[in-house]
């Protein structure tokens, strides 16, 4: 594609390309530009599924933004989720500017960049709700939205050819835990002025309704301490502080001591202390490691886990390979968050694990433990109703979601004195306003970047493949040991297997095997075999084709030759 500009004889135009977060949930990131001037949104990451086998992370493909003349001038981060700010240290070196974001958000994203060896310094600028930066022609106003973390803001970002409004993620809670109200007045004052477009989360759209206040749950966990006899242990998503305050304040009302356990759940409540967005009565808290100095019926826990991760805390309590917490006849586990799609079986094997030590396994679709950050169905229609605007792009879900919206948003511009435009984009389309009109001009390189380990390395296509192939096939290490100076053959060859199963005649395919080398070694001339390189290709393709027609398997084949 090209880039308008100046000196550029197309039209000058506002350019949306959406990088990640339409057609899944989490890995969002949008670049908007004008002319040379780029502004990143989000830079968020998606957890893997089951199959990517040994990935850590999946962050957007970012050639897009390696095909661009210019860096980008600014990352805007509108709340601290993972699926918003998990990718800023594999993004940071595509921005030559500032990251934008709230103090809350901005501290979680310090201490990411941190662990990647990252000193962002300066460039880490807070911003506050109705305050606004100016990036080149683009001017960023900030606009205050409830969600399921404190800090969330939507964006209302001011162009030559008009405004967008995107919307981050939303919920619309009336009674919100900090008194930091959804800023319903900016939002119709600028529907009032005019907006373009209008960047619309459409998680929750399925659902009727409205979502529900933070303040709901209250009632349901008034009644889970008053009838747990043992220890009672909360897991939830480590961000979710709202939620940590509510428990924070039940804890004090019944008399038990709280110990956040995990190592995400015990940062965010630092960072969330330190901001004033957590108030912890003293000698409330105690350590993880004094769990055990407490009786059962006087201590809280509040766990990492809530999706079934098997490093994170509560899995390692449900199999009892937690050092310092454990669970038994009387103790409850509630889960206080949604099963995020593809984690269910996770989920399922660790409540099975509870049940198994005695534990009451407490759920959101049994009691009323939790409410989704997301604003449900009525929600949407009010922001609609707000903003007003010519254009509405659906984000933030699968096709279904954002189709779904597409058809509520038409459904009311119906009779609306301005016509009202839906593009359905998806990730890599390119939505170009021109001032006159919009639509989906063009497309750019997208798709995902699987990441492994706490770096930032990539996991590259024939890595994932090897991994596969091992998981299904197995793995083979024949061990031979060749004299260098004579190239002969010293002792008889080992052959160590590893996933592969060959029962009922084991031994005897494996002797076969050994012979099928030796047979390979004496078809091969005392020169050829000082070339390691080439003895291991030619007993590689030769245990490949033994082992398919035997035992019916393709293993990984990997010979170690070593010389004397």
């Not at 086998?53 to 860096?71: A, H, N, S, W």
């Not at 609609?384 to 792009?393: F, I, K």
């Not at 933030?396 to 038409?410: C, D, I, K, P």
Request: aromatic share 4%; glycine share 10%; net charge negative.
């Amino acid at each position: 594609m090209t880039f308008a500009g100046p000196g550029d004889n197309r039209t000058p135009a506002l350019e949306i390309v959406p990088l990640g977060g339409l057609g899944e949930f989490g890995m969002n990131m949008m670049a908007v530009s004008w002319g040379d001037t780029l502004v990143l949104i989000d830079a968020g990451v998606m957890f893997p599924e089951p199959e990517l086998l040994g990935v850590d992370l999946v962050i957007p493909d970012l050639t897009y933004l390696e095909q661009r003349p210019v860096k980008a001038a600014a990352l805007v981060l509108t709340h601290g989720h993972e699926d918003h700010i998990g990718g800023v240290a594999h993004v940071l070196r595509f921005v030559d500017g500032p990251i934008y974001g709230t103090p809350l958000t901005l501290a979680l994203v310090k201490s990411k960049l941190e662990r990647h060896g990252i000193d962002a310094g300066s460039r880490l600028v807070p911003v506050r709700p109705r305050s606004h930066v100016t990036v080149g022609d683009l001017s960023i106003e900030f606009l205050r939205v409830t969600h399921s973390i404190p800090d969330a803001i939507a964006l209302a970002i001011r162009s030559p050819v008009g405004t967008i409004i995107h919307t981050g993620d939303f919920k619309i809670d009336q009674t919100p835990l900090d008194g930091e109200h959804f800023d319903f007045h900016r939002f119709a004052e600028l529907g009032a002025q005019g907006v373009l477009a209008l960047l619309a989360d459409s998680t929750n759209i399925e659902r009727p309704g409205f979502s529900g206040s933070e303040f709901d749950v209250i009632d349901a966990f008034e009644e889970l301490f008053a009838s747990t006899r043992g220890k009672l242990v909360v897991t939830s998503f480590a961000s979710s502080i709202y939620r940590m305050q509510i428990l924070v304040n039940l804890a004090q009302e019944f008399g038990r001591k709280l110990a956040f356990v995990g190592r995400g759940m015990i940062d965010h409540a630092q960072v969330a202390q330190q901001l004033g967005h957590l108030q912890i009565p003293p000698g409330l808290l105690i350590r993880e490691s004094d769990v055990r100095a407490y009786p059962a019926r006087q201590v809280l826990c509040l766990t990492t886990g809530s999706q079934g991760e098997p490093m994170a805390a509560l899995p390692r309590i449900a199999v009892a390979t937690h050092r310092h917490v454990s669970v038994e006849p009387g103790d409850r586990v509630v889960f206080s968050a949604r099963a995020i799609p593809g984690n269910e079986k996770a989920i399922d094997r660790v409540v099975n694990h509870l049940a198994r030590r005695g534990a009451d396994v407490v759920t959101a679709a049994t009691k009323h433990v939790h409410v989704s950050g997301h604003g449900s169905e009525e929600e949407l229609k009010l922001m609609l109703s707000l903003v007003r605007p010519r254009y509405v792009v659906p984000i933030h879900g699968e096709f279904r979601q954002r189709s779904r919206y597409s058809r509520l948003a038409e459904r009311l511009s119906t009779g609306a004195p301005t016509p009202l435009t839906v593009l359905m984009a998806e990730n890599g389309d390119v939505l170009r306003f021109d001032g006159t009109s919009g639509a989906i001009s063009g497309r750019v390189p997208t798709g995902r970047v699987l990441i492994d380990g706490p770096g930032t390395g990539e996991v590259a296509d024939e890595v994932l493949r090897d991994r596969r192939h091992l998981a299904e096939d197995g793995l083979i290490v024949p061990v031979l040991v060749i004299n260098k100076q004579t190239g002969g053959i010293e002792g008889v060859p080992d052959i160590i297997t590893r996933g592969l199963v060959l029962e009922p005649n084991a031994e005897d395919l494996l002797r076969e095997a050994g012979r099928i080398i030796l047979e390979v070694l004496g078809e091969t001339s005392a020169e050829e075999r000082t070339d390691s390189g080439l003895v291991k290709e030619k007993i590689r393709v030769e245990l490949r084709r033994f082992f398919r027609k035997r035992a019916g398997r393709r293993p990984l084949v990997l010979p170690v030759i070593m010389e004397i």
